[in-house]
């Protein structure tokens, strides 16, 4: 049987658990578990290992983004962003687990997996994403040379979600207010169109909820007709799915456009 790659799980504990906008929350994870893992990876993801949902025996996985990594006098430590959806009643398993997070919880965590970083030498990016995406977007906007040009779209839930982002000042943010996530499939498609579309040599980035994307798609794909070596694009959840089977769904996607 063929050996896997993936680094075997770690033990984590929670360092610190904070707000750090209206609906978003940041937990720190540190502990001796960290101790060889690889530096330089902010933009990758970590799979959060969580009890079995109801009524299964098989533990809960979910993936989030590491939005910054460092290290301190005690050690290395990784942040991970939550979008907060609705109320605690409404939360999913990773986000519930989240907001009961206490100082010296472990939780075992996988990876890390690869970013999806942008290419550095595009004459103009276009990037387009909600509040899943957003740590991803973060990195991502951080990372670019600071001659970098383009625009962003980013959805988010409220006006006080808007968060500082580095990015070169070439790189115009635009934030897209949208009270109940997962409707609305046109918002941030409809802005990407209404801004018209460079003479330029393009790149974009585009992860966001199912619907989204496929607007997305529909318009950067098909109609603008970019490549893989000028595209990214993602649907990071489905609205009223599981991880689990939004996976089934975006893999019976993949297949019937050839993704």
Not at 189 to 217: I, K, Q, T
Request: with cysteine.
């Amino acid at each position: 049987m063929a050996q896997s790659n993936r680094p075997a799980p770690r033990t984590l504990e929670v360092i610190r658990s904070e707000p750090f906008t209206r609906n978003m929350l940041r937990i720190t994870l540190g502990g001796p578990g960290l101790d060889d893992f690889p530096e330089g990876q902010e933009g990758g993801y970590v799979k959060l290992t969580l009890p079995p949902l109801p009524g299964t025996e098989k533990p809960t996985v979910r993936t989030y983004t590491i939005r910054n990594q460092r290290r301190t006098a005690n050690g290395q430590e990784i942040d991970v962003d939550f979008a907060l959806h609705g109320s605690q009643d409404e939360a999913g398993p990773a986000t519930e687990w989240a907001m009961a997070a206490e100082q010296g919880q472990a939780i075992m965590v996988g990876g890390p997996g690869p970013a999806k970083p942008l290419p550095e030498g595009s004459a103009w990016y276009v990037i387009a994403g909600d509040m899943a995406a957003l740590p991803a977007i973060g990195v991502n906007l951080e990372q670019l040379g600071r001659d970098a040009r383009g625009t962003a779209y980013i959805e988010i839930q409220h006006e006080d979600d808007r968060q500082a982002i580095d990015c070169p000042p070439g790189i115009e943010i635009n934030w897209l207010v949208n009270p109940t996530p997962g409707e609305k499939g046109e918002l941030l498609a409809s802005h990407v169109r209404a801004a018209g579309w460079p003479e330029e040599d393009v790149y974009a980035w585009a992860a966001c909820e199912f619907n989204s994307m496929r607007a997305l798609r529909a318009y950067l794909r098909e109609e603008k007709a970019l490549g893989r070596d000028q595209l990214y694009i993602s649907s990071y959840w489905k609205a009223g799915d599981t991880e689990d089977s939004h996976k089934v769904i975006k893999r019976e996607d993949a297949e019937a456009t050839g993704a």
